[in-house]
């Protein structure tokens, strides 16, 4: 049977020089077998003020801490670091980048759940994982799961964050069994994983909650502005050049 690994981190900031500081995961073996990993590690690189207000940590919290390459979750993800095995995380893009710069290289099958969100939840406007979390009625059943798993509850905190994407999992998962009868659950959202998203509405700026096709036919020139000024989102650049050609 395959490992699933759902993670999560949080980081001294967003850009490129930044690293991570905190590291959150469910190591899946079977539904009986699941390991909690819940670490702080040590950064030389300042924590930014803008990351701490989010997650909260200080830089005292994590001066005793070993780096990253000793942690528990670094041994662990190299341990079972194969094809056969699944990496999990919501907008996955980020989290693996953050642990490529401690030196990870991925051999995993990857499924990023925001991606899988979009493609089998296409009416929400939103699909940051607190959003879902609420929209999908997660918040009804996480206290039970936290107690089954040993685990607290909080926004923002790599291990709340894992909880909320375990049980989004089982949504996507169910929603994928329903669409796409025939074909494995998880065989689908490694594939939506790997296919962009087609998004209909801008969900800011000037045109927020106008259909990308109809900007493109009245500004198109807006659009080409937000392709060579703003940092998009992989789907959402995609929408754009395919409405725009």
Same mark, same amino acid.
């Given at each position: 049977?395959?490992?699933?690994?759902?993670?999560?981190?949080?980081?001294?900031?967003?850009?490129?020089?930044?690293?991570?500081?905190?590291?959150?995961?469910?190591?899946?073996?079977?539904?009986?077998?699941?390991?909690?990993?819940?670490?702080?590690?040590?950064?030389?690189?300042?924590?930014?003020?803008?990351?701490?207000?989010?997650?909260?940590?200080?830089?005292?919290?994590?001066?005793?801490?070993?780096?990253?390459?000793?942690?528990?979750?670094?041994?662990?993800?190299?341990?079972?670091?194969?094809?056969?095995?699944?990496?999990?995380?919501?907008?996955?893009?980020?989290?693996?980048?953050?642990?490529?710069?401690?030196?990870?290289?991925?051999?995993?099958?990857?499924?990023?759940?925001? =991606?899988?969100?979009?493609? @089998?939840?296409? %009416?929400?406007? +939103?699909?940051?994982?607190? !959003? /879902?979390?609420?929209?999908?009625?997660?918040?009804?059943?996480?206290?039970?799961?936290?107690?089954?798993?040993?685990?607290?509850?909080?926004?923002?905190?790599?291990?709340?964050?894992?909880?909320?994407?375990?049980?989004?999992?089982?949504?996507?998962?169910?929603?994928?069994?329903?669409?796409?009868?025939?074909?494995?659950?998880?065989?689908?959202?490694?594939?939506?994983?790997?296919?962009?998203?087609?998004?209909?509405?801008?969900?800011?700026?000037?045109?927020?909650?106008?259909?990308?096709?109809?900007?493109?036919?009245?500004?198109?020139?807006?659009?080409?502005?937000? =392709?060579?000024?703003?940092? @998009?989102?992989? %789907?959402?650049? +995609?929408?754009?050049?395919? !409405? /725009?050609?």
């Amino acid at each position: 049977m395959p490992t699933y690994i759902l993670f999560d981190t949080e980081t001294t900031g967003n850009g490129e020089e930044d690293r991570v500081i905190q590291v959150g995961a469910f190591v899946v073996h079977d539904k009986e077998k699941i390991e909690v990993i819940d670490e702080l590690c040590y950064s030389e690189h300042p924590i930014s003020l803008e990351a701490m207000e989010v997650h909260h940590i200080t830089p005292e919290m994590i001066e005793s801490k070993p780096p990253f390459k000793e942690t528990r979750f670094a041994e662990t993800i190299e341990r079972y670091n194969v094809p056969e095995n699944f990496l999990i995380a919501h907008n996955i893009a980020f989290d693996l980048g953050m642990i490529r710069k401690e030196g990870f290289e991925n051999r995993y099958t990857l499924i990023d759940t925001v =991606r899988c969100a979009k493609h @089998l939840f296409a %009416d929400l406007p +939103y699909y940051r994982l607190q !959003y /879902l979390r609420y929209a999908l009625g997660l918040y009804k059943i996480e206290a039970e799961e936290a107690e089954k798993l040993g685990v607290s509850i909080q926004a923002h905190d790599a291990i709340g964050d894992v909880l909320v994407l375990k049980l989004l999992l089982s949504k996507l998962v169910a929603a994928a069994r329903e669409r796409f009868e025939g074909e494995h659950p998880m065989a689908t959202l490694v594939r939506l994983t790997q296919t962009p998203v087609l998004m209909t509405h801008l969900r800011f700026g000037k045109y927020k909650d106008r259909k990308i096709e109809e900007i493109a036919r009245l500004d198109p020139d807006y659009l080409h502005w937000m =392709r060579k000024n703003i940092d @998009l989102d992989e %789907d959402m650049a +995609y929408s754009i050049d395919y !409405y /725009l050609n």
